[in-house]
């Protein structure tokens, strides 16, 4: 089946510092990747929509100068973390999709753990 | 407003045995995709089971049925044969068609716990 690899799983992080999680679906191309933040036990909140060659699409709330978003390529997307602070610390987690329209499983990533210190 | 209700925070079954995972929706898409996954607690998101919003007979996978009652908006898990190793967060997700955007969006997830 398809894979979604995320990296790093774990990072710790000085506040005031800015963090960068990769997104690569390794055996097929995504021309849409969704980015999720997780509150412990809590749901996936969907903070962004990122578009292969295109601007992201960020969903209500979620600041996008703060969440800096990049689809370079088919198979990379990297989320990007600016100026963290402890309050950013979650459970980030992407998924992109093998199908068209409403159809089409969405395989995750492991997730990234961020910890602000 | 809630576009997935997911009401059961927690639920135990006995091992062996079978139990529903409840989920509802709401959308004013026609065309809408269903799905399920299981978060164990090292964090990944593994899909369960999909059923498009057109297609007539529940889905099943193994172990797992979508008991889908479109009129009533509901999409209920049910896992047949519990295993300890079923335990685990269980979430109900929704994709809507071109008015949602296509995206995914959960359920605030159940926590399963099967009994030995």
């Known amino acids: 089946g398809a894979v979604v690899s995320q990296h790093p799983s774990r990072v710790i992080c000085k506040s005031g510092t800015s963090v960068k999680i990769e997104c690569r679906s390794l055996?097929?191309?995504?021309?849409?990747m969704f980015w999720y933040r997780q509150f412990p036990k809590q749901s996936l909140m969907l903070m962004a929509t990122?578009?292969?060659?295109?601007?992201?699409?960020?969903e209500q709330g979620v600041e996008k100068d703060k969440f800096l978003i990049n689809h370079a390529s088919l198979t990379l997307s990297t989320l990007t973390v600016t100026s963290a602070h402890p309050e950013d610390s979650s459970f980030y987690i992407c998924?992109?999709?093998?199908?068209f329209g409403t159809g089409g499983k969405a395989f995750f990533g492991q997730g990234t753990r961020l910890t602000v210190v | 407003a809630q576009k997935i209700t997911q009401t059961q925070p927690g639920m135990f079954v006995q091992e062996k045995e079978a139990v529903t995972l409840d989920c509802t929706y709401d959308?004013?898409?026609?065309?809408?995709?269903l799905f399920w996954y299981k978060q164990p607690s090292s964090g990944e998101m593994i899909f369960l089971i999909y059923?498009?919003?057109?297609?007539?007979q529940n889905a099943t996978e193994g172990r797992y049925s979508l008991n889908f009652q479109k009129a009533r908006k509901s999409a209920n898990l049910v896992i047949s044969a519990s295993q300890l190793g079923d335990s685990a967060m269980y979430f109900c997700?929704?994709?809507?068609?071109?008015?949602?955007?296509?995206?995914?969006?959960f359920g605030a997830g159940t926590r399963l716990f099967v009994k030995a």
């Open positions: 998924s992109a999709r093998d199908g």
């Open positions: 055996d097929f191309q995504a021309t849409t």
């Open positions: 990122s578009n292969e060659g295109s601007k992201a699409t960020y």
């Open positions: 959308t004013s898409d026609q065309s809408y995709g």
């Open positions: 059923q498009g919003s057109y297609d007539e």
């Open positions: 997700a929704m994709r809507e068609g071109l008015t949602g955007g296509f995206k995914t969006i």
